[in-house]
Every structure is written in C-alpha cells, then in structure tokens.
C-alpha cells in the first residue's frame, strides 16, 4: 500500500430519482460529507417521453411541466441537504440517467459517487444495464451502492470489511476504503480472502491430503493477508483479517453481517482482466445482495 494516510473526500456526487432508496443514498452522503468537510453536487437525470402512448403524442407544453416539476423536487432536497451544514450544488439534466451521472461526475472532478440501487422501477434487485449497474462499471472514482434497506440506517462508518483477492483492484479497494473512514479516531477494517475450492475437492468427502491442502491454501492467504495489515500503519485505526473458504459473493455479505460492518469494500473485477463487470462476478453480486452499503473500485486503466 503506497497511502496509508489519505486526504479527506471534498465532493460526493448523489444521485436522486426522489425514491426513498434516494434518499437512502442522500443521508449516507451527507454523514459523509459532514465528516469529511465535503460539498455535494446532486443530479437528477430527466428523461423526456417522446409521447404518452404509441398513439398519443404528449401535450406540447409537457416537457416544459415536467421539468418545472422536477426542479422543485430538486430544489427542495438540496435546501434539506443545507439544513444539514453540507453545502450542496443542484443539478437537474436531461439524458439516460447513468450517462448523465457519469459525465456530470468526470465534470466535477467529483471524489465519489453515491447511488441506489433501485430506484421507481419496483425491482427487487439490479438488472443488466440498469442505472446502478452502469455507474459501478465505468465510474473512474469510487461508488457508494445504498439499498433500499439501508434507509434510516445511515451511521458512521465505523468498521469496514474490504474483501480481497491480491489483484491491484484490491489494492485500490483498501486505499478507498481508507479514504472514506476519513478523520475518524476509532475505526476497524477488516482484511478478507475467501478463496473457492474446485468442487472435486469437496464432491467425495474428506480425503486425507485434502485436509492438507485446505490448511496450506488457508495459511498462504493468511500470510498474504497479514503482510497487507502491516503496511496500514495508521493511528486509530485497527485491521483485523479473515481468510475463509467458500463461495466469495455469499460469503463476503454473510462476514460481513458477522463483523458487524458498517460498509462493504470491493474491486469491480480482480483477476480476470474484464474491463466491466459481467453478470454473475463476485462484485455485482455483492452490489446486488449486501445488507448494508457497498463501495466499489475499479482501476481508471481499462484492462
């Protein structure tokens, strides 16, 4: 790790549909702009019907109601957001909402994007190319995914568990995460490797030079894991690591029930050289299924 005391985060982009997810998000970006001293830029993305149905046009005058209407909606959740002592800039675009997010965010220069993970649609969960989805993909900052059971939840964030697989993208999760602990004096984060076995070492029961090669891979990760801690000498900080066998999604969210975390830290991809996120990878299941928040990285050099 090259920084193990980074600068304070100074602009969080949120996005907002006017959803309660929204809202989720709105709250947990404005506790960490509050500790960070940062500003929020917050975008809402408009998109502009062609015509009510397929066989009747919209009124001529409907688009210019709309954003009227929109614009007092976004009005009124920054003047709540000052209220707060977060100064705030609003920013009502029309557009697809993830392209807008992500133009409006390299604009700003913004360190941080924050965005839920539903929003009007009614989905239980993130669906291919939904807004979402999109960000965490090609963002070049880190994202902050809240759930629609992360409203009313927001906290400071106290522990945060980063799972890694010793990629850079990992490296860059744990700088992130540090980043985003900000100027807190008691902190954890909590280091974990889950490692998957090939299933012909689970399928036909315990073997004996099965149980060796579990202990081997389990102490490979954890020396691999305790050579990281120590290079995160920083004061009022306490890492914790956890080398577990299993499947990485289930058990990332399940450790991270267990540790109590407060957010989840993770690269987009690892190993596989992807430049996006494919449909079933560990992170996007992470995204998708977590209990609490998810911070997520991906290196700015597509691969």
């Known amino acids: 790790m090259s920084e193990t005391k980074p600068t304070n985060l100074q602009t969080i982009l949120v996005a907002t549909d006017f959803s309660q997810t929204a809202q989720a998000g709105i709250d947990w970006a404005v506790l960490l702009a509050s500790s960070h001293g940062a500003r929020i830029e917050l975008v809402h993305a408009l998109m502009v019907p062609n015509r009510a149905t397929d066989f009747v046009p919209s009124p001529p005058d409907f688009t210019e109601a709309l954003q009227e209407a ?3 909606k976004l009005n009124e959740a920054a003047e709540a957001i000052r209220e707060k002592g977060v100064e705030v800039d609003s920013h009502l675009r029309l557009g697809v909402p993830s392209q807008v997010l992500l133009q409006t965010a390299d604009e700003k220069e913004v360190d941080a994007i924050v965005v839920g993970t539903r929003g009007l649609t009614g989905i239980r969960h993130l669906l291919l190319g939904s807004t979402a989805e999109r960000v965490v993909q090609h963002a070049t900052c880190p994202v902050l995914t809240v759930h629609p059971g992360d409203a009313d939840h927001h906290r400071e964030i106290r ?98 029930d267990e540790v109590g975390a407060d957010l989840i830290a993770l690269g987009t991809h690892g ?6 996120l494919l449909l079933g990878s560990t992170a996007e299941r992470v995204v998708q299924h977590a209990r609490c928040p998810v911070l997520t990285v991906k290196k700015t050099i597509e691969a």
């Open 70 to 72: 929109a614009s007092g």
């Open 159 to 256: 522990t945060i568990l980063v799972s890694t697989d010793f990629s850079q993208d990992s490296e860059t999760s744990i700088g992130a995460a540090l980043r985003l602990l900000g100027p807190q004096p008691v902190a954890k984060l909590v280091l974990l490797h889950v490692y998957h076995l090939p299933y012909e070492y689970t399928a036909y029961g315990t073997i004996p030079t099965s149980l060796d090669y579990f202990k081997d891979v389990e102490g490979a990760a954890e020396e691999r894991l305790n050579e990281i801690a120590r290079t995160l000498d920083r004061e009022g900080l306490a890492v914790e690591t956890l080398a577990k066998e299993g499947y990485p999604p289930d058990r990332i969210i399940d450790l991270a």
């Open 271 to 276: 190993r596989t050289g992807l430049a996006h």
